[in-house]
Nanobody, 123 residues
Framework: QVQLVESGGGLVQAGGSLRLSCAAS????????MGWFRQVPGKERDFVAA????????DYADSVKGRFTISRDNAKNTVYLQMNSLKPEDTAVYYC????????????????WGQGTQVTVSS
């Protein structure tokens, strides 16, 4: 059974940094495109970042470009999201997700999802 388990969330002051991790099991990790999304209560889940199977290509939402970095370690079945220069508007539950295809990777049509980790940025 596939599991994606996020960790690394927490409370941080504006301007600070956090690194989220997502450990995957039950799937051939290197066969999956990995994405990070975030959601605030009452709003849709938004795309944050995605990375291809071997990490050769990444893409980011405009709101996080230049501040967040997605990476992966296929030997550890883990994807990361390094978040720097955090802003209060980054406050959300962050989810990692996996899909086989790079096509339409910004949509929420992923095959597997984690349970989410809360990130709260205070002003």
């Amino acid at each position: 059974q596939v599991q994606l388990v996020e960790s690394g969330g927490g409370l941080v002051q504006a301007g600070g940094s956090l690194r989220l991790s997502c450990a995957a099991s039950g799937l051939t990790f290197s066969s999956y495109v990995m994405g990070w999304f975030r959601q605030v209560p009452g709003k849709e889940r938004d795309f944050v970042a995605a990375i291809t199977w071997k990490g050769g290509r990444t893409d980011y939402a405009d709101s996080v470009k230049g501040r967040f970095t997605i990476s992966r370690d296929n030997a550890k079945n883990t994807v990361y999201l390094q978040m720097n220069s955090l802003k209060p508007e980054d406050t959300a539950v962050y989810y990692c997700a996996a899909r086989l295809s790079w096509s339409n990777y910004r949509s929420s049509e992923y095959d597997f999802w984690g349970q989410g980790t809360q990130v709260t940025v205070s002003s």
